[in-house]
C-alpha cells in the first residue's frame, strides 16, 4: 500500500449519548485511530478503511465534489 494517509481526528466524531445514557457508547467512540500503517502490527485485528470521494454527495441528490 503506497499512499495511505492518516484521518484527521476532527473527521473522527459524532454524538456523544454518554450524558443520557452512561453505557451508550458509538462507534466514534469506541474504534481506535492509527496514526500508522502496519499490518504486520495489526495481525488478528479488524480494520476499517475508507477513501475521499464525492460520490455520497451524488447519490444522495447533492453534488459530487461540493464539500472538498
Not at 32 to 57: D, H
Amino acid at each position: 500500500m503506497t499512499q495511505w494517509y492518516p484521518a484527521s481526528p476532527a473527521l473522527w466524531q459524532g454524538r456523544d449519548d454518554s450524558i443520557e445514557a452512561p453505557d451508550a457508547r458509538r462507534l466514534f467512540q469506541t474504534v481506535t485511530r492509527s496514526e500508522t500503517f502496519s499490518p504486520e502490527n495489526w495481525q488478528q485485528k479488524i480494520a476499517l478503511m475508507g477513501f475521499a470521494c464525492g460520490a455520497g454527495g451524488a447519490r444522495s441528490g447533492g453534488r459530487a465534489g461540493a464539500a472538498g
